[in-house]
């Protein structure tokens, strides 16, 4: 049974939830109207909150990346600094009291939205009971602890994939699958998935390991022709060979309406940020356009 607390943090948590939340940023800026609510739902919650255990991945990923800016980020270049991911990392890991803590995907979403004041809603789905269990105690922890989520609603147990591509009206679908140890039935899911919700337009971002393995590249490729002509991508690299398996690196890939304000948010300064947070996790980015004109 795959469980994310002894990875949390890592550089491909790092990757991930820094483009996550830039999308997300994304459409909280290009709302309509003030009072409109993003609705949000993700297929592979987790628990939300890990501890920041020492020895564990988190030092490779956002405890390189927090020390490379000093104890008060001051030494971080401005572009990764004033990102919300990084205020909200540095505020998990250096709390006023209790433990330092990394934040998953859901909760990370929830933290910025509160911060902007912006309503929202949440589906969160967990196949996986471990998993599942510790998300509703993270829920029950922060209700006693005064930290509401009145919009959340939890899929215990239920395919995250068909709750997915049930919310075609969602601003945003985040499909995260652990890719283990289904293997090539978690990419089968995730392609599907892709081209129901690319097709009908819906907002979709998907993480996507990238592994040391002949079918990696066929795999990409496939999925990328499923999410449509206007899907753009970031990757990071940080090794090109390693034993079958073995993850060389990772992307994040947008579809649908959420293709647009990924592009967006990838502008020039962007590019810059997503290069100087690869560099400082020991990797390379590679930002992908595979039908652009």
């Not at 009908?200 to 998907?206: E, K, M, W």
């Not at 393995?213 to 990071?236: F, I, K, N, V």
Request: hydrophobic share 40%; proline share 5%; aromatic share 8%.
């Amino acid at each position: 049974m795959y469980d994310h607390r002894d990875k949390a943090g890592n550089r491909a948590d790092v990757w991930k939830h820094f483009v996550l939340l830039s999308v997300v940023r994304g459409l909280v800026e290009g709302r309509a109207f003030l009072g409109d609510p993003i609705d949000y739902v993700e297929s592979h919650a987790g628990g939300g909150r890990y501890a920041a255990v020492e020895g564990a991945a988190w030092e490779e990923g956002a405890g390189r990346l927090l020390a490379a800016g000093g104890p008060d980020l001051a030494a971080m270049p401005e572009r990764l600094r004033t990102h919300p991911y990084l205020r909200l990392l540095h505020t998990a890991m250096h709390p006023e009291c209790g433990r330092a803590e990394y934040h998953g995907s859901w909760y990370l979403v929830g933290e910025f939205l509160d911060s902007e004041v912006v309503p929202y809603t949440m589906a969160l789905c967990e196949t996986s009971d471990e998993a599942g269990s510790q998300l509703n105690t993270v829920l029950c922890a922060d209700l006693e602890a005064g930290r509401l989520w009145p919009g959340v609603t939890v899929h215990d147990g239920s395919d995250g994939y068909a709750v997915a591509a049930a919310h075609q009206e969602a601003a945003l679908v985040f499909i995260d699958p652990p890719y283990a140890p289904r293997g090539q039935g978690d990419w089968n899911e995730v392609t599907y998935t892709a081209r129901l919700l690319a097709e009908a337009g819906t907002g979709v971002l998907i993480w996507y390991p990238i592994t040391a393995d002949p079918e990696t590249e066929a795999r990409l490729a496939a999925l990328y022709s499923a999410a449509g002509s206007g899907a753009r991508g970031a990757e990071l690299r940080w090794t090109e060979a390693g034993e079958p398996g073995t993850l060389t690196g990772c992307g994040m890939l947008a579809a649908g309406s959420a293709a647009q304000v990924f592009a967006e948010q990838l502008n020039d300064d962007a590019q810059g940020a997503l290069a100087l947070l690869a560099e400082r996790l020991g990797g390379r980015v590679r930002l992908v356009a595979p039908f652009a004109d």
